[in-house]
Each structure stands twice: as structure tokens, then as C-alpha cells.
């Protein structure tokens, strides 16, 4: 069991990486309208939440710091308890702990704040912002340091423009509109050189005008 060397290492990581991130008002998504990123199971009993982990006291606070290791003795999952239920910021390892695999933060058992995952070689891969369980916030997934798609939830539902952006030029790709979880207004697709090719109109989920763009056209501008 690695729990004495790696208790100071881990606990400040926790602690500048939370700080950081808490500052930030900010999910991934194959398709506009399924976010994969889902809510960690929470509201366990003090039993269940610490069943398989060691735990230790966190001198000076209210805190019991609690840990998962593999058969290797490798943390692969630190976290926090306050009168048995979680608080703070937990984070997941894959295999060696050099990077951590997730970020979540809970407030009462439940999770609350900003979520993150990484790559293995520590880059951000997903960044999104949950409330009660629910998405709620700015989200976005990142590809080599790289934006791949963004969007905004609503209660656990995409509100506002959701967009892919292309994967070499970084160049809006694709953005759909939604309200309340529904497509509802436009829906466009863009070439290489940031020309509209495609265009519908959504209301209520439902297609009612648009099609191909031929030729392509530039985009609207919007004056100050």
C-alpha cells in the first residue's frame, strides 16, 4: 500500500487542481443530442462509500480522506468524506498514477461544480459543469489541446449552440441550435474555407425549412 508517500502528493494536487477549477463557470457528445458524460452514482450509504478503500483522518477538519488501490497497490481512485458521504473533489487514475483520469466535485454525496477528464499524458479531454446531478453549464470536449465540440446545458438538457469544430483547422464545422433539449432553430455545416453549404431551420424539434447551399455562402455578419 503506497499511503504515506503518496498522501501529501495527491492531497495538494487535489487541492491546487479544485482551486483552479472551481473558479470556472464551465460534457462529450458523439451526436448533438447525447451527451455521454453522465452523473457519478452518489447518495450511497457511509457503508457502500468507503467499502474496498482505506481511509485515513485528515488532521485539523471534518475530512476523512478515503482511497481505492489495484491489485498492484496503484490508487486508482481519492476522494473525501464528510460524515460518511462524499465532499470535494474525487479524481480516478487509469493503471499508474502520474495524471488522473477524472475530476469530480460533490457537495453532500451529491455532484456539484465543475467535471473534468484527461488524456493520459494530463491534457484536458472533456470540461463540463454540473448542478444536482445534472449538466448544467458551458461544456466542451478538447482532442490533442485542441476544441473538438462546445455547447451549453440547461438542467440536464443542450441549451444554446451546440458546435463541432474542424479537427486540423480548428474551423467551425457544424452548429445546432437548442432549446430545452430540442433542436429549435438553425441548423448549419461549413467547408474548409467557413462557407455555409448546408442550412435547415428547426422549431420545436421539428425540420421546417432548408437544404443544400449551392453555391456555398458566407456567413452573416453582425455589425455592433
Known amino acids: 500500500m503506497k499511503k504515506t508517500i ?8 487535489i487541492m491546487l487542481l479544485s482551486q483552479a477549477c472551481g473558479e470556472t463557470s464551465t460534457p462529450a457528445a458523439s ?23 482505506f481511509t485515513e483522518e485528515v488532521p485539523g477538519t471534518e475530512l476523512t480522506r478515503v482511497f481505492r488501490e489495484d491489485k498492484d497497490g496503484n490508487i486508482v481512485e481519492d476522494g473525501f468524506l464528510k460524515n460518511g458521504i462524499k465532499q470535494g473533489p474525487w479524481l480516478t487514475y487509469e493503471r499508474v498514477f502520474i495524471y488522473p483520469k477524472s475530476l469530480t466535485h460533490y457537495e453532500n454525496g451529491i455532484v456539484n461544480g465543475i467535471y473534468m477528464e484527461f488524456t493520459t499524458s494530463g491534457q ?6 454540473y448542478r444536482n446531478n445534472q449538466l448544467n453549464g458551458p ?19 443542450l441549451h444554446g449552440v451546440y458546435k463541432e469544430f474542424m479537427p486540423l483547422f480548428g ?3 457544424k452548429e445546432i441550435h437548442y432549446k430545452n433539449g430540442q433542436q429549435d432553430g ?9 462557407r455555409i453549404t448546408m442550412e435547415y431551420m428547426y422549431e420545436k424539434g421539428e425540420k421546417v425549412s432548408g437544404g443544400i447551399v449551392d453555391p456555398p ?8
Open 139 to 157: 461544456w466542451s470536449r478538447y482532442k490533442g489541446g485542441r476544441m473538438e465540440a462546445s455547447a451549453y446545458y440547461k438542467d440536464g438538457e
Open 171 to 173: 474551423r467551425l464545422q
Open 6 to 13: 503518496f498522501f501529501p502528493v495527491a492531497f495538494g494536487f
Open 186 to 194: 438553425l441548423y448549419r455545416y461549413y467547408d474548409d474555407e467557413g
Open 31 to 53: 451526436d448533438a443530442g447525447t451527451a455521454e458524460l453522465q452523473a457519478t452514482e452518489t447518495n450511497s450509504t457511509a457503508s457502500s462509500e468507503t467499502e474496498g478503500f
Open 217 to 224: 455562402r458566407e456567413p452573416e455578419t453582425t455589425e455592433e
Open 124 to 129: 484536458v479531454a472533456l470540461q463540463a459543469v
